[in-house]
Each structure stands twice: as C-alpha cells, then as structure tokens.
C-alpha cells in the first residue's frame, strides 16, 4: 500500500504541475498553506490522470493510423495484382468506397469486413431502438412531471388565495383587537378615574361627618317605616276622637280614654323621633 504523501510532498507535486503547465514562464505567486496545496495537489493529480488518458487516446488513435495504413498499402497491392487501381474506379464507385471509409471510422471498425460492417450496423439499430424507447420513456415522464406541475400550480394558486384570504381576515382582525385595546385602555382610565372620585367622596363625606344611617337606602327604610306608624296612628286616633265624646263621669271611659290617650302619646314620639333622625 502506498504510504500517504506529505504537506512537503504534495507541494512539490503541485509545484512541478505548475511549472509544467506554465512551460518555463513564471509561476504565478499563490499562498502558501494547507488549504492551497491541498487544492494544488488535488488539480494537479486530476490534470495528470487526464493527461495520461488523452496519451493513451493519442496512441490508440496513432496505432489505428498506422494499421490503417499498412491496410490500405494491402488492398492497393492486391488490387494491383488484378489491374485495378484506385483511379480506375468510376466516380460513383470511389464514392462509394470513400462512403464505406467513412463508415468504418464513425462505426469504430478496427477490421472494415462485410461481417464488421453488419455487426456494427446491428449494434447501431440497437442503439437507436433504445433510444427511442428511453425518449418515449421520457416523453412519459415528462407528461407525468407536466400534469403534476399542472396540479402543483393550480394547488399553489388556492395556497395563495387562501393566504390572501388569511392575511385580509388579519387584517380585520387587527383593526378589531386595536379597538378593543383602545377601548379598553379608555374603560381603564375611567375605572381609575371613577376610583379617584369614589376616593375624594368618601374623604368628603367623612369631614362632614356621614353616617351610614343617612344613605339613601337607610332613609327610604325609616321612610317606609314612617309610612307604616302613619297608618297605624290613623285608627288609633279617631278611636281616641270618639273616646272624647264619651261623658266624662263614666270611669270606664276615662281609663280606657288614659290608655288610648297613652298609646297615642308612644306612637307621637316614634313618629317624631323618627322625623328628627330624617332630619338630623
């Protein structure tokens, strides 16, 4: 196994491509690190491995030359010795052969033979059979890649309106939620202004000395409260009224008079008592 080469080793490789492919002029100044002589050193092995294969072609191709010609030198000996030559040919038969010179050469033939001919021809049928059938092949596949392409774009273009569709209900969207924010920011501001008053009216009412029993529901309360001892008062009263009718030796009268007459007196000072406290 050959040892792998060295950073030292790989530049004076590349070194001496380089000196080969600039043919004596001055090599170019380039970087010296790791990086350029790696790439140095890979262009220089790819270059040569195509160099020596282009040799190889040369060579081969020399050789055909060569073998080309000494077979043309055996043919014209052998036409020789039957009186033909190459100017005895008729203009279509030169052509002809010119044809079949030609053929060998686009058909690779090392051995221009009837049956190198035919064999050639045959593989050449092959080709062109399958080639035809690989564009077929492709014809198919491209029909496929069309119709998918048809129902990719058709797909794509519901994609987009649905996204337009999508981006306009956003938008919306947005300018609703922006009017709830501000309305809320405006409820919050009053929410704060309302406690601030709320603040301020409690401090007042406790400087100026109020009771919870001066509210507004307290006092419907003791109004309906008066409302119902008036009423009471009323039948009350008009007892008392026929009680001063009655003689006044009669001592039945007198004490049931006394205690109507105190009854009244209680129900008065509820009465007044409760007036006072509306009005306090």
Same mark, same amino acid.
């Given at each position: 196994?050959?040892?792998?080469?060295?950073?030292?080793?790989?530049?004076?490789?590349?070194?001496?491509?380089?000196?080969?492919?600039?043919?004596? *002029?001055?090599?170019?100044?380039?970087? =010296?690190?790791?990086?350029? =002589? %790696?790439?140095?050193?890979?262009?220089?092995?790819?270059?040569?491995?195509?160099?020596?294969?282009?040799?190889?072609?040369?060579? *081969?191709?020399?050789?055909?030359?060569? %073998?080309?010609?000494?077979?043309?030198?055996?043919?014209?000996?052998?036409?020789?010795?039957?009186?033909?030559?190459?100017?005895?040919?008729?203009?279509?038969?030169?052509?002809?052969? $010119?044809?079949?010179?030609?053929?060998?050469?686009?058909?690779?033939? +090392? +051995?221009?033979?009837?049956?190198?001919?035919?064999?050639?021809?045959? *593989?050449?049928?092959?080709? =062109?059979?399958?080639?035809?059938?690989?564009?077929?092949?492709?014809?198919?596949?491209?029909?496929?890649?069309?119709?998918?392409?048809?129902?990719? =774009?058709?797909?794509?273009?519901?994609?987009?309106?649905?996204?337009?569709?999508?981006?306009?209900?956003?938008?919306?969207?947005?300018?609703?939620?922006?009017?709830?924010?501000?309305?809320?920011?405006?409820?919050? +501001?009053?929410? $704060?202004?309302?406690?601030?008053?709320?603040?301020?009216?409690?401090?007042?009412?406790?400087?100026?000395?109020?009771?919870?029993?001066?509210?507004?529901?307290?006092?419907?309360?003791?109004? &309906?409260?008066?409302?119902?001892?008036? $009423?009471?008062?009323?039948?009350?009263?008009?007892?008392?009224?026929?009680?001063? *009718?009655?003689?006044?030796?009669?001592?039945?009268?007198?004490?049931?008079?006394?205690? &109507?007459?105190?009854?009244?007196?209680?129900?008065?000072?509820?009465?007044?008592?409760?007036?006072?406290?509306?009005?306090?």
């Amino acid at each position: 196994m050959r040892p792998a080469a060295t950073a030292e080793d790989k530049h004076r490789e590349a070194r001496a491509w380089l000196r080969k492919v600039f043919k004596g *002029d001055q090599v170019p100044q380039y970087e =010296i690190n790791d990086r350029t =002589i %790696e790439i140095l050193y890979r262009l220089s092995r790819t270059c040569n491995s195509r160099d020596e294969d282009a040799e190889v072609m040369v060579a *081969d191709a020399e050789q055909r030359t060569l %073998e080309y010609q000494a077979e043309t030198r055996r043919v014209a000996v052998l036409l020789g010795s039957v009186g033909l030559s190459e100017h005895s040919f008729s203009q279509s038969g030169a052509v002809s052969l $010119k044809t079949l010179s030609q053929l060998a050469v686009d058909l690779d033939l +090392h +051995h221009p033979t009837l049956g190198s001919y035919m064999v050639a021809l045959s *593989d050449q049928a092959k080709d =062109i059979l399958g080639v035809a059938d690989a564009r077929k092949g492709e014809a198919a596949s491209s029909r496929a890649l069309k119709a998918s392409t048809g129902a990719g =774009i058709a797909q794509l273009n519901v994609l987009m309106r649905t996204l337009e569709a999508a981006a306009a209900e956003e938008e919306v969207l947005r300018g609703r939620t922006d009017m709830f924010a501000n309305e809320t920011e405006l409820l919050e +501001h009053k929410g $704060k202004a309302y406690a601030k008053s709320l603040r301020e009216s409690d401090n007042v009412l406790e400087r100026v000395g109020y009771e919870a029993s001066l509210s507004h529901g307290a006092l419907l309360a003791q109004a &309906a409260e008066l409302s119902l001892l008036e $009423k009471e008062v009323k039948p009350l009263r008009r007892e008392v009224d026929a009680y001063r *009718d009655l003689p006044p030796n009669l001592l039945a009268a007198r004490v049931k008079l006394e205690g &109507a007459k105190e009854q009244l007196l209680n129900v008065d000072t509820q009465v007044n008592r409760s007036i006072n406290q509306m009005h306090a």
